[in-house]
């Protein structure tokens, strides 16, 4: 049995499927970990989502920010913009039951046997293991609760950027989902800085890869996480970043956790061209 860690597939459905042949993936056997972002901006969201919710226990996913995107838009939240390419999952037959599903994907997922935490973008520096599995639990009992709809009209914004155990309410689940799917750099005490989307070495004096940060409480962890075409598939101690830009001409990557030594990758034929 392996279990394999894929990057942002980003609706890029052909690729996926070149790379699941590649990975010779028996889902009789084999098990597949997404870091989330499964759809938008390539051109085949649906069929993505449709096969990784048609894989059951053998596929897990984290949510990324274009999936909760797609969530805000579903419910009125926002309007879609120009780049999105979503509107087949809202106006297909089982578009319900996709949503539904979606939505109670984890927002971090963690196996003591294997030794890896999988989230989509990043974790704050203050936090533990404990404390992100606490407060990823405690976020996806809001998108799963009756109060998922009033937070989805008040998820979006960049404060607060520091955490403290203190916040609470709308504020605190804002902080949380906000170091999950959109953390790329942070400045030395922690706080979370959203403009800077380039590679390491090119972000502005004072911020740091949230995972070269400070006194960061997780360094001890194996983190596989997506969200960084820029930076693209990288490996540090600990560090398993595995967005290559599939949808901007780049690659689609995966890595064995059980053996992550060995890399797989195909490259895009469903570039973006704008």
């Known amino acids: 049995m392996a279990v ?14 070149r790379l699941l042949e590649r990975l010779r993936f028996d889902p009789g056997r084999d098990t597949l970990w997404f870091a989330g972002d499964l759809i938008n901006r390539g051109p085949q969201s649906l069929p993505v989502l449709r096969l990784v ?6 596929a897990l996913t984290v949510l990324g920010n274009h999936d909760l995107t797609l969530l805000a838009v579903a419910e009125g939240v926002r309007q879609p913009k120009r780049s999105d390419t979503f509107h087949a999952i809202l106006t297909a037959p089982d578009r319900e039951e996709l949503l539904h599903w979606l939505r109670r994907q984890p ?5 003591a046997a294997l030794g890896f935490t999988l989230v989509h973008a990043g974790l704050a520096p203050q936090w533990d293991l404990h404390q992100a599995q606490d407060c990823a639990a405690e976020l996806e009992a809001v998108l799963q ?6 937070f989805i009209f008040q998820m979006f914004g960049s404060e607060p950027r520091r955490w403290r155990d203190e916040l ?3 504020e605190r689940w804002r902080f949380i989902v906000n170091c999950f799917t959109r953390l790329r750099y942070c400045h030395a005490d922690g706080a979370l800085n959203f403009s800077e989307k380039g590679p390491p070495g090119s972000q502005a004096a004072g911020l740091w890869p949230w995972f070269q940060a400070p006194g960061r409480r997780n360094a001890g962890l194996n983190i596989v996480f997506g969200h960084w075409a820029s930076l693209g598939y990288y490996r540090a101690p600990g560090i398993y970043a595995l967005d290559s830009g599939c949808v901007w001409g780049g690659r689609l990557t995966a890595i064995r956790l059980d053996a992550p030594e060995q890399v797989y990758w195909v490259g895009c034929e469903e570039q973006r061209r704008t």
């Open 53 to 58: 919710r048609s894989l059951g226990e053998r």
């Open 168 to 170: 609470q309410g709308v």
């Open 145 to 150: 609760g009756p109060a998922y709809r009033d």
């Open 4 to 17: 394999y860690a894929i990057g942002d597939v980003q609706g890029c459905y052909a690729s996926l499927q």
């Open 107 to 111: 927002l971090l997922h963690h196996d």
